[in-house]
């Protein structure tokens, strides 16, 4: 078989130890970012993967923390996309069991402006294209006469559907990935960005930059650009980069308010508008209620919920539930931006939640691999079908693998999860079983690293409130890439909705004091 001169030529790219080279150098500490990383590094491949800021800073965990097929897509002909995502439930809950959980959704027909018999056939393959195997199928409800509709407004009562998805820990499913592409040899350096990068020949030659302002050379065989909604910003920093591509930036904001209702199923709600709004348990104590869908004209950036989104989400709350809200009862928001292909939709609820990976490659080049859009869901397809471009450039690459692989700590059943929580208790049990069960609910069987040989509470250190204590900082710091007081509490554990700001405090001036440095 022939071998493309440039891809030889890249195969066969250099080292003379003037600089670091790796085989791929990926920006961005996203979900595809670092999915991508740990698919490479599982694949033999030599990946350095910097971040801007901390992993799932931004789009990553601002989403609905969902792992769904999407049902309203259907409505738009996203029927590969649908089916893709749909496939990858299971996958996902076996691979990460203590993140990702199923997850009953009460649909109610009370003034939908789609027909039931449209609603019922988008369910009907909802349940079918997707090789469904262990989530329970679509039932029909009574929403007047069945318990999940307690807590609804006599308004929203009625016919109803329920049907299957799953909950996603989002930030925590990026960092598993890190830590996964980590162990298989990848370098993880967070708060670093890349200044600038060009090819020579067969290798890139990039800038980065940590958070001290140090600045290192690295060279690459293969760039790969997941810099979410800073993909084309990205492109502007290197060299002779396609600068045409196009994408729309949307953004989606969520609002927490204090449990709106009893149960542990979600609603996904269809206003007149024909947008769909979630209600979602959260932290036990919560609801969790959203998401928009808002053109954002400016550079990328931190994004904040605007008055008119707070108050559509609460107008959708006070149509559908009886208990009064205000706007006094939000306890948290969060927003993002999602980075879109531009498909030309016309508004921005419709506009594709497919992805596209855009090979720049030229012969006797390296490759240039940039993303554009894509879904937690189906990251790890996503990764898969990046590497299917980029694995003929590196003769070295083994294989597809991630399909049934576990990540971090979901080494156990799926539904296994009561029985993790009841062998920590008896290994630990002067430990209370609910920060047993929040720790395994994060960490899975790794919770066993986050107590080490602590027996008893005051052996977990200094205590910050709620049930966070200086062992879990210290493996957070460890481990995770945490440096912050928001790493910690609005990512990877949530634990800012029960702490007070002295206690934020404390928290970030103990990382600072003792975080082991950057990774």
């Known amino acids: 078989m022939s071998i493309d001169p440039f891809v030889s030529a890249v195969q066969n790219a250099p080292d003379d130890g003037q600089t670091d080279v790796v085989d791929l150098l990926i920006v961005g500490g996203g979900i595809n970012g670092t999915g991508i990383a740990r698919d490479a590094a599982g694949r033999g491949l030599s990946v350095l993967l910097v971040e801007q800021d901390d992993l799932a800073a931004h789009t990553s965990s601002a989403s609905t923390k969902l792992i769904h097929g999407g049902l309203r897509y259907l409505e738009y002909g996203e029927f590969r996309l649908v089916r893709e995502a749909l496939m990858e439930r299971e996958r996902l809950w076996a691979m990460a069991p203590h993140i990702i959980w199923p997850l009953r959704f009460v649909l109610p027909q009370a003034g939908s402006p789609r027909p039931a018999w449209m609603v019922r056939l988008g369910l009907f393959l909802y349940d079918h294209i997707g090789g469904r195997k262990r989530l329970p199928a679509t039932r029909g409800i009574d929403l007047g006469r069945h318990a999940a509709g307690n807590g609804l407004a006599p308004g929203a009562k009625g016919r109803a559907f329920v049907y299957s998805d799953c909950w996603v820990e989002d930030s925590r499913l990026v960092v598993l990935n890190a830590m996964d592409a980590r162990a298989r040899g990848a370098q993880v350096h967070t708060r670093t960005r890349l200044v600038n990068a060009h090819r020579d020949g067969a290798l890139w030659h990039a800038t980065i930059v940590d958070r001290h302002g140090q600045t290192r050379a690295v060279r690459a065989r293969g760039l790969v650009n997941t810099a979410g909604p800073w993909v084309a910003e990205v492109l502007g920093r290197i060299a002779g980069a396609p600068q045409d591509r196009a994408m729309r930036l949307v953004q989606g ?66 149509a559908h539930f009886a208990r009064p809200v205000a706007e006094a009862d939000i306890v948290w928001t969060y927003s993002g931006i999602r980075p879109l292909y531009d498909d030309k939709a016309e508004n921005a609820s419709a506009v594709t939640r497919d992805y596209v990976l855009d090979l720049d490659q030229r012969e006797g080049q390296a490759p240039l691999l940039s993303v554009f859009g894509g879904k937690i869901t189906t990251y790890r397809k996503l990764a898969e079908h990046a590497l299917e471009k980029l694995v003929p450039f590196y003769t070295q690459a083994s294989g597809a693998w991630t399909g049934g692989a576990k990540l971090p700590g979901g080494d156990f059943p799926a539904e296994g999860f009561d029985a993790l929580v009841d062998a920590l208790a008896a290994e630990r049990p002067e430990l209370p079983r609910d920060l047993l069960a929040r720790w395994a609910r994060a960490y899975g069987t790794r919770a066993r690293s986050v107590f080490g040989s602590a027996r008893t509470i005051e052996q977990l250190g200094e205590h910050f409130g709620a049930d966070l204590y200086a062992a879990e900082l210290a493996y957070l710091a460890r481990e995770e890439w945490a440096m912050r007081a928001e790493d910690v509490v609005a990512r990877r554990t949530k634990l800012l909705l029960r702490l007070s700001p002295d206690a934020v405090a404390r928290v970030d001036d103990w990382l600072a004091a003792h975080h082991a440095g950057d990774r």
């Open 253 to 318: 904001s969520h609002i927490v308010l204090p449990k709106l209702y009893e149960g542990d199923h979600a609603f996904l709600f269809q206003n007149a508008d024909r947008r769909v709004i979630f209600a979602i348990p959260y932290e036990r104590d919560f609801t969790l209620v959203g998401t928009t869908d808002e053109v954002w004209d400016q550079p990328p950036g931190r994004a904040q919920i605007s008055a008119k989104e707070t108050a559509y989400l609460l107008d959708v709350v006070r």
